[in-house]
């Protein structure tokens, strides 16, 4: 049973005129009568009574129209639901990003992907990078801003560098900072009570590795925090605390922020997705208007502070 057959088939039970249905479906009346009769064979049973010149719907077409007529019906929703998809008038992306860039990166670019296609479904999951590539792995994301390297076992991942960052200290005010107020050295960072975040941060592994460098093993007074909490917890006076410099420029009343010194403390921020699955329109869609948006910010030197446009030209 051909979509082409039931076509056919309704129309000439609406027009109850083989001729006049051909018309209405473009097509030579030869072959519209050859269709009808191939259905009629496929199901066993006709579907029309031609007696005398008249056109009639048997029992067999009585039960088969309202059927047909759904079937037509449903393959045209199918379709329009599938050009919508195609022209980002419908659809979601899944996307995956570490706190730091929800609060610094985020919010500009989801704005403007937002604005050009307001009927795509955006789905944002927050967490470290660890987490995030395992949630790529398994089929949940489409995207993820990560930071690399990535470490561990990971999936096969196609990955676009797009920006290199500092990292900063950051300290209550009222504390004095490491160093004096100089630029940081990691060994300052000897014998500071830390707030640190929870495993599956790339912040946690970027901070103990350069403490590790430096000879010595970081003190903990909280570990196991979100990016909130620890702002909160150094806006507390619990500890200092290694942050990304987007993250600090927004961070604001009741802390300080001191750079390292050369060659400093970085990471580099990439967007990645599984190298085995192509990511669906939308999302190809929202990574052009991330580097769209990256490169006019960086154009025009609003990129956030301590941040380095990497990503292609």
């Given at each position: 049973m051909q979509f082409q057959q039931l076509l056919y088939f309704v129309t000439v039970a609406e027009t109850r005129h083989f001729t006049r249905a051909a018309e209405r479906v473009h097509v030579a009346q030869p072959s519209l009568s050859q269709q009808i009769r191939a259905l009629e064979r496929e199901l066993g049973a006709e579907l029309f009574s031609r007696a005398r010149g008249n056109i009639a719907l048997t029992d067999a077409g009585e039960a088969l129209l309202p059927l047909a007529r759904r079937i037509?019906?449903?393959?045209?929703?199918?379709?329009?639901?599938?050009q919508e998809l195609v022209q980002l008038r419908s659809g979601r992306v899944r996307l995956?990003?570490?706190?730091s860039l929800c609060t610094g990166l985020l919010p500009d670019v989801l704005r403007v992907f937002h604005d050009l296609h307001p009927a795509i479904r955006l789905e944002l999951e927050e967490s470290g990078s660890h987490d995030l590539v395992r949630d790529l792995a398994r089929g949940a994301?489409?995207?993820a801003l990560v930071v690399l390297p990535l470490t561990g076992p990971s999936p096969a991942l196609t990955t676009t560098e797009l920006l290199r960052e500092d990292l900063v200290v950051v300290?209550?005010?009222?504390?004095?900072?490491?160093g004096g107020g100089a630029p940081v050295r990691a060994a300052d960072l000897r014998d500071r009570p830390m707030v640190m975040f929870r495993h599956g941060y790339d912040l946690r592994d970027l901070t103990v590795a350069a403490c590790r460098a430096a000879g010595?093993?970081?003190?903990?007074?909280?570990?196991?925090?979100?990016?909130d909490?620890?702002?909160?917890?150094?806006?507390?006076?619990?500890?200092i605390a290694v942050l990304p410099s987007m993250v600090a420029e927004r961070a604001a009343p009741g802390l300080r922020t001191t750079p390292f010194a050369r060659p400093g403390l970085q990471r580099t921020i990439a967007l990645a997705h599984r190298t085995d699955v192509a990511p669906?329109?939308?999302?190809?869609?929202?990574?052009r208007v991330l580097l769209v948006h990256l490169r006019e910010a960086a154009d025009r030197g609003r990129l956030p502070g301590g941040t380095e446009l990497i990503a292609p030209a």
């Open positions: 037509l019906a449903d393959t045209e929703t199918a379709r329009y639901e599938v995956g990003a570490t706190p994301l489409d995207l300290s209550p005010a009222a504390v004095p900072p490491p010595f093993e970081p003190t903990f007074t909280v570990e196991g925090g979100e990016m909490a620890v702002l909160g917890f150094v806006r507390a006076g619990l500890g669906p329109r939308a999302a190809r869609e929202l990574r």
